[in-house]
């Protein structure tokens, strides 16, 4: 299969939009699709990667690796590579822009599968470029985006809550634990991979 999708435990109906949306984005930079592996993680995950391919120390959204992106031809060879989204990043990114989880998921993947394609940021006339792709892509992702709250909405409000003050008036002097919110694990299903994928791959089998 020519994208594979790994997602954290409940989330897997996001697969099928995850797999048609990278393949539109690929397919709209005219470029042909070899394999690419989509993984849905974690900040910790991210940042562990984050950290020793790219060298920053920090937690990310998103982080892609092109297989071919240092050889002469490689605009010309089908695309192979990897794409890493972390979910805790999609629900904080979401609130912060007042968007829905679906909406920001859907913008990353995009700007990922980007990237992937070769675009890049890093210079103003470079930066434009790219954006203006992202924001195409993006006027066409709205199925991709009603597919991804469908299932986020849900993820969302499945969180536990605060217990309320009469709750916490008849257990009080009891052990209680904490509400917290969901934090997505590293999946435990990933194509065999060789390279940069490999270490991705053992890096999401730790964190489990």
């Given at each position: 299969?020519?994208?594979?999708?790994?997602?954290?435990?409940?989330?897997?109906?996001?697969?099928?939009?995850?797999?048609?949306?990278v393949?539109?984005?690929?397919?709209?930079?005219?470029?042909?699709?070899?394999?690419?592996?989509?993984?849905?993680?974690?900040?910790?995950?991210?940042?562990?990667?984050?950290?020793?391919?790219?060298?920053?120390?920090?937690?990310?959204?998103?982080?892609?690796?092109?297989?071919?992106?240092?050889?002469?031809?490689?605009?010309?060879?089908?695309?192979?590579?990897d794409?890493?989204?972390?979910?805790?990043?999609?629900?904080?990114?979401?609130?912060?822009?007042?968007?829905?989880?679906?909406?920001e998921?859907?913008?990353?993947?995009?700007?990922?599968?980007?990237?992937?394609?070769?675009?890049?940021?890093?210079?103003?006339?470079?930066?434009?470029?790219?954006?203006?792709?992202?924001?195409?892509?993006?006027?066409?992702?709205?199925?991709?985006?009603?597919?991804?709250?469908?299932?986020?909405?849900?993820?969302?409000?499945?969180?536990?809550?605060?217990?309320?003050?009469?709750?916490?008036?008849?257990?009080?002097?009891?052990?209680?634990?904490?509400?917290?919110?969901?934090?997505?694990?590293?999946?435990?299903?990933?194509?065999?991979?060789?390279?940069?994928?490999?270490?991705?791959?053992?890096?999401?089998?730790?964190?489990?």
């Open positions: 299969m020519p994208i594979t999708v790994t997602t954290p435990r409940g989330l897997g109906r996001l697969s099928t939009p995850l797999r048609a949306l393949a539109a984005v690929v397919r709209g930079e005219g470029r042909r699709l070899e394999e690419v592996a989509v993984v849905l993680a974690d900040d910790e995950l991210l940042h562990r990667i984050n950290a020793e391919w790219r060298g920053h120390d920090y937690a990310t959204d998103v982080i892609s690796f092109a297989y071919d992106e240092h050889e002469a031809d490689a605009a010309t060879r089908p695309l192979r590579g794409l890493l989204i972390s979910v805790d990043r999609v629900f904080v990114q979401a609130a912060r822009y007042r968007v829905t989880p679906g909406a998921l859907a913008r990353l993947v995009i700007h990922g599968a980007l990237h992937l394609c070769g675009h890049d940021h890093m210079r103003k006339g470079e930066r434009a470029r790219m954006r203006t792709r992202e924001e195409a892509a993006l006027r066409k992702a709205k199925p991709a985006v009603r597919a991804f709250d469908a299932v986020l909405t849900t993820m969302r409000s499945a969180a536990p809550r605060p217990a309320t003050r009469r709750r916490k008036a008849a257990t009080r002097g009891a052990a209680r634990p904490k509400a917290t919110a969901p934090k997505a694990k590293a999946a435990t299903r990933r194509p065999a991979r060789t390279g940069p994928a490999r270490r991705t791959r053992d890096a999401a089998s730790r964190a489990r």
